[in-house]
């Protein structure tokens, strides 16, 4: 498939970017301790979509709809604002090695997920704790590396790396004065990352931020080719990019302490994945932010997915990704033969 | 007022000084006009300011004192999305980061015309085809800008200020770092531009550039001090002598003139 010259994306790479995640969503509802054929999959979702009762047995509706369908969607959700979050932060600082977590925000809000389970909060405690903690790494971040003699971003990212190291550390003591019995394996566990903990009360809290940041990439991603500029250009064309910076930086930061606070931190997907899109459809944001949407979407439903399923304990997600993501990664990158941001 | 707004100048300067904070004096007093289709050459050695003098005339840096004019309105109270569409600026070849193929690169010049929300139309793919094959670049389109020589990526950047439909071309030293050829081509693209009624500023290190393309050239010193005027006045060999520090001799080679150095002036 060719790609078209404005950098939009063909129709055939449209419908299979839409279909991809609902056939990987489709499929994994089946999977688990009780397989389920996708036909079945389908005729629950479509009669409860519809408002009628499901003619299969209530067992197979209520793991399809409570115990699986809260997880895939948060996998979904929790992909796909990775993967464009990690997308608008390598656009954003030019630098092919920018993460979700090059602000500090992912330590942050491990770091106030940590401290809600030392506290004893339950898991909407939790998540809000995360929040707010991302929320506050990420505007220490900015004061400490912006000023009136800006050295440009580099300060920021800089600066990113500094929060970042303060907050593990907390992280640290936090695990260091927790008690061993209970509550250190709680937070061990917690940072390593997982989605056993979506329900829709979880998803309530958390994916409409994810989603609004979605959209509103979606909605800027042709001006995101813009961040990429040197400062001067940048400003050449017109567009206040300093007001354009901070918006993209609002919007990656906000997805990413939502996805931290409602699963842990999941590594990889945030660089991985935009670097596929980039390989796959060039630089230009018309197409990566769709694609990164996509893929991301799709890589995290198929490795929940096998973290749930593949032995007879959850494994947790972020070691997956990494022993999926790295093999795949160096196999696509020496295939491509290289890229550039 | 009708009258008025006709006799301002397309682009002037008037009074620019500027310093970088706690520095020596880096400009001072800076005079320029610039009617459509004239050609303005800055010349100067490394380190008098001649990228700065650029960047405060665009208002990327702040003027101490003075201010920069478009058609009379002091820019700084014109709307970046406004003024950008008056006035394009064309960055060295090797300062320009972001790996998009040719075409995209040009499309961005349409940026102050697309809303944030939206994405090229029709008549944007149009404009940004037409500065390509304006400039004879079709063929580079498909090609990423990381992929192309230093000079194909130099005619990109300026189509990409065509694209924009800008009446003022702003290139910072558009052929350093050149070959002899490459030179020529970005030269007689900014000669043609100002044919079709383009104002165009351009940075040069060589003075021969300025003395076969410029109608106006300004001289920057060290210290601040500038000469400007009519190239032909102001290029001359005591003027390089006293701003370079070096002997040189202008002389006409067929039916253009040139300037060779000699020796270094003690």
């Known amino acids: 498939m060719s790609l078209r010259r404005d950098g939009k994306l063909p129709i055939a790479w449209k419908l299979i970017l839409i279909v991809m995640p609902l056939l990987a969503a489709v499929i994994a509802l089946g999977i688990g301790r009780m397989p389920i054929a996708p036909s079945e999959v389908i005729e629950v979702l479509s009669s409860k979509l519809s408002g009628n009762v499901p003619r299969s047995n209530e067992l197979v509706v209520k793991t399809v709809m409570q115990l699986r369908l809260p997880r895939i969607l948060l996998a979904a959700v929790v992909g796909a604002g990775l993967s464009v979050a990690g997308c608008a932060f390598q656009s954003l600082f030019a630098n092919p090695l920018a993460t979700p977590d090059t602000l500090g925000v992912a330590s942050g809000a491990g770091f106030g997920a940590a401290l809600g389970i030392l506290l004893g909060f339950n898991l909407i405690g939790v998540q809000i704790t995360g929040l707010i903690m991302g929320g506050a790494a990420v505007t220490l971040t900015w004061l400490a590396g912006s000023g009136k003699d800006k050295g440009g971003l580099s300060y920021i990212v800089l600066s990113g790396i500094m929060i970042g190291s303060l907050f593990s550390a907390l992280v640290s003591l936090i695990k260091y004065v927790a008690d061993e019995e209970s509550q250190l394996p709680a937070i061990t566990y917690w940072l390593m990352g997982g989605l056993d903990k979506a329900n829709y009360k979880t998803l309530a809290l958390g994916a409409p931020i994810i989603i609004i940041g979605i959209i509103l990439f979606m909605l800027i991603r042709w001006r995101m080719n813009l961040l990429p500029l040197s400062d001067d250009e940048a400003r050449a064309s017109g567009v206040n990019i300093r007001a354009f910076r901070a918006i993209t930086v609002v919007g990656a930061t906000a997805i990413t302490a939502s996805a931290v606070s409602m699963c842990g931190q999941v590594g990889w997907v945030g660089l991985l994945i935009p670097h596929m899109s980039r390989m796959i459809f060039g630089n230009n944001h018309l197409s990566i932010v769709p694609a990164s949407i996509s893929f991301g979407a799709v890589f995290m439903i198929i490795v929940d997915t096998m973290a749930r399923s593949v032995s007879a304990s959850e494994i947790p997600v972020s070691i997956l990704t990494a022993i999926i993501g790295a093999p795949f990664f160096i196999v696509l990158m020496r295939r491509s033969g290289g890229w550039r941001i | ?266």
């Open chain 2, 1 to 266: 007022m009708n009258e008025k707004k006709k006799k301002a100048p397309l682009l002037a300067v008037r009074g620019g000084s500027f310093s970088y904070k706690g520095g020596p004096q880096i400009l001072k007093d800076v005079n320029i006009e610039l009617e459509a289709g004239e050609i303005l050459a800055i010349l100067g050695p490394n380190g008098a300011g001649k990228t700065t003098l650029l960047r405060c005339m665009m208002d990327m840096l702040r003027w101490d004192s003075g201010k920069s004019l478009l058609e009379g309105e002091d820019i700084r109270h014109i709307p970046a999305s406004k003024l950008w569409r008056r006035m394009a600026y064309v960055p060295q070849a090797r300062s320009a980061a972001a790996s998009y193929t040719a075409f995209q690169t040009v499309l961005l010049g349409r940026s102050s015309r697309i809303a944030a929300f939206s994405s090229p139309g029709a008549d944007d793919m149009q404009a940004a085809e037409d500065a390509m094959k304006r400039l004879g670049i079709m063929h580079l389109a498909d090609k990423p800008c990381h992929a192309i020589s230093g000079g194909e990526l130099q005619m990109v950047l300026i189509a990409r200020a065509i694209a924009a439909e800008a009446d003022i071309l702003i290139l910072d030293e558009p052929e350093s770092n050149l070959d002899f050829k490459n030179q020529l081509v970005v030269l007689d693209a900014i000669s043609s531009l100002a044919d079709e009624g383009k104002a165009c500023i351009f940075n040069t290190h060589y003075p021969a550039h300025a003395l076969q393309r410029a109608d106006k050239s300004l001289l920057l010193t060290k210290g601040g001090m500038s000469i400007y005027g009519p190239t032909k006045f102001v290029v001359s060999e005591d003027d390089i002598r006293s701003i370079f520090g070096v002997n040189a001799i202008i002389g006409e080679f067929g039916d253009t003139q040139s300037v060779v150095p000699i020796s270094i002036h003690e």
